[in-house]
């Protein structure tokens, strides 16, 4: 299932960890959809580095939140912002493929990509009043569904930016692209085969490729972003970008491991979990 579905709850918890990640993601989204922005759109370039200084603040408030209380508002105060900054994102998208905005370096699919991290965000968010989805293997398969559209995305974007030049690591982008693309096939197929079901091996085996195929997605952004770090190669992209795609890899595998806890939790005598 979609993220955008109502029914949708991601898998992980909204814990500290988890907000603290995504507040430092929102706030380089807003820093990218700026630089990104034509110099003469004014209006959406200072509307980007208000969401900016925004997120940045809640990052210095999230070191301060102590008991359950202060949690809870700072929670319902994010999500807020969480809301508007979506809204952004969906209006500057709408905008630029009506063609209202000419001249920039945010792709529209990058401004859907971000939507879609926003709304996962905030479905997060949403879980400290509304608890878990009430079929846990939906939640899992939705999850990887969310995910491996996400690690699809970071392979065309890397692709799009790279100079032309660089044939091999162009090559390369196309190749996960194309593999995180068959892999999302996959989880859609699963998502019906095991709807309102139960864990079963095939899953199992199904996130150990996964966890395998993301490995590798990560060592090669890490290694892009070495070689931007080192002039080594010729990018339209700054290594912030390069870092912070490589960032979310680390998290899905975060999130990867999570489940496979889960999975082998649930039905350890059934569910054989691959080393």
Sequence with gaps: MDIFCRNVKPFVCPNMHEINFWLRIMKEHSLFIKLGLPCDQKRYINEADQFFRVFQDFEQHAKMVGCEDDFNHFVCDIIATVKSIFAFKRHLLHQYIECRIIGTANYPLLLDHISREAMYFLKILEKVRGGEMQYPVDSIVSENVFWLRIMADHAKFVRGLLDP?????????????????????????????????????????????????????????????????????????PPLLADHVRREAEHFLEILSMIKDDLFAASPEKIICCK
Aim: charged share 25%; net charge negative; with cysteine.
């Design 165 to 237: 030049s660089e044939r091999e690591l162009v090559d390369q982008a196309n190749q996960f692209s194309n593999q995180f693309e068959q892999l999302q096939l996959h989880a859609r197929d699963l998502d019906s085969l095991l709807w309102h079901f139960r864990p079963n091996n095939d899953l199992a085996r199904f996130e150990q490729t996964v966890t395998e195929a993301t490995m590798k997605l990560r060592d090669f952004k890490t290694a892009a972003n070495d070689l931007l770090q080192s002039c080594s190669a010729l990018a339209l992209f």
